[in-house]
């Protein structure tokens, strides 16, 4: 038995261990779980915890036809129907406007002016209130002339609300950002409203694979970027997952792991360079004489382990290789999603 401490003054509570067989393959989504489970207990920054109950069936994304699956040129569509975000398409001449928090559509068809807070939080009205909002204007005048010409879509998003939290950033930020834009295979560029350049650095890997361009900074970028068609907001299918039958060319959630895989594999090899290649020949498939690996996050202050020296001893007296990984908020992202790859048990 694992003993956790408890965050309260109540007794110590009992942490089940999570074994999976080593002879059966593991499934990406439950890879990615363990993944972000290690990510999240990294997250040290206070966040306030949403509130409600709020069921999966309620916030499922809507099974009927999306409103907006075909875009006339020169016209705007707004898909409100989503539980979790509202997603926007515009296409034609899109220009932004910083100053204004505006992107134009000119010489559009339609006179409806929109707005749209792009984040996927939409059901909690409190957290949707501190994303910054944009106006999205079809006009017919002239406008300010380009400063930047694009010959690719744009992907408008916030990294406003819960970022900070890992579980937040991969569950509304990086998953959904996967959804909307792998369809473009890189040829996007991706405008950001509340950048921060320590989130771009932190994901560089990623996106590196989702874009071939730098991100813009919508907000102090003040020149007038120019596309041919813009996806503003991000589509989101439930927690942490992908609906295959509403991605192009069926993407599952095994893709986006394979994403991951790609995106961290040249940062693992040049960590296992740098410690001498002592496991550059480490292998997934077992051999009679392998031991499955433990891999114990040790943290020390709330929800950490008791009797870890304990639970470390008897795991490696029963069989396990166990390694003990003490993460703090400077610790690499691909060094840790290295130890998570190669465990078969997590604690």
């Not at 074994?19 to 439950?30: G, I, L, T, V, Y």
């Not at 809507?62 to 515009?90: G, L």
């Not at 008791?306 to 166990?322: H, S």
């Amino acid at each position: 038995m694992v003993h956790r401490r408890s965050d309260s003054s109540e007794s110590n509570h009992l942490l089940p261990l999570v074994h999976s067989d080593p002879k059966k393959p593991k499934s990406a989504h439950h890879l990615l779980l363990l993944l972000l489970f290690l990510f999240s207990v990294l997250s040290f920054t206070f966040l306030r915890v949403p509130t409600g109950n709020i069921s999966d069936d309620a916030l499922g994304a809507d099974s009927s036809p999306a409103p907006c699956s075909t875009v006339a040129n020169s016209t705007i569509c707004c898909d409100r129907t989503a539980k979790r975000t509202d997603v926007c398409y515009m296409r034609g001449d899109v220009r932004t406007e910083a100053s204004s928090s505006s992107v134009f559509l000119f010489n559009s068809n339609t006179t409806r002016q929109e707005r749209i807070r792009p984040y996927t939080r939409k059901w909690e009205a409190d957290t949707m209130s501190r994303i910054d909002e944009l106006r999205l204007r079809p006009t017919n005048e002239t406008g300010s002339a380009c400063d930047v010409v694009h010959d690719v879509p744009a992907v408008f998003f916030s990294t406003g609300g819960y970022t900070g939290n890992v579980y937040h950033e991969f569950n509304d930020g990086i998953i959904p950002l996967y959804v909307t834009s792998q369809k473009f295979n890189r040829k996007v560029v991706f405008v950001i409203l509340e950048y921060h350049d320590w989130w771009v650095s932190k994901y560089a890997n990623i996106l590196s694979r989702l874009s071939d361009f730098d991100p813009i900074d919508f907000g102090s970028d003040k020149r007038v970027h120019c596309f041919p068609e813009a996806i503003v907001g991000l589509k989101i299918h439930d927690e942490l997952a992908i609906d295959s039958t509403k991605m192009e060319n069926n993407k599952t959630i095994r893709d986006f792991r394979n994403l991951l895989d790609e995106s961290y594999k040249p940062r693992i090899e040049h960590i296992k360079q740098e410690e001498g290649g002592a496991d550059n020949k480490q292998q997934r498939i077992r051999t009679p004489d392998s031991r499955p690996r433990l891999v114990v996050v040790s943290r020390n202050g709330s929800r950490g382990i008791e009797n870890e020296p304990e639970l470390v001893n008897l795991a490696a007296k029963i069989g396990f290789r166990v390694e003990v990984l003490r993460p703090d908020r400077t610790t690499e992202l691909a060094k840790i999603y290295r130890s998570l790859n190669s465990s078969d048990v997590l604690v």
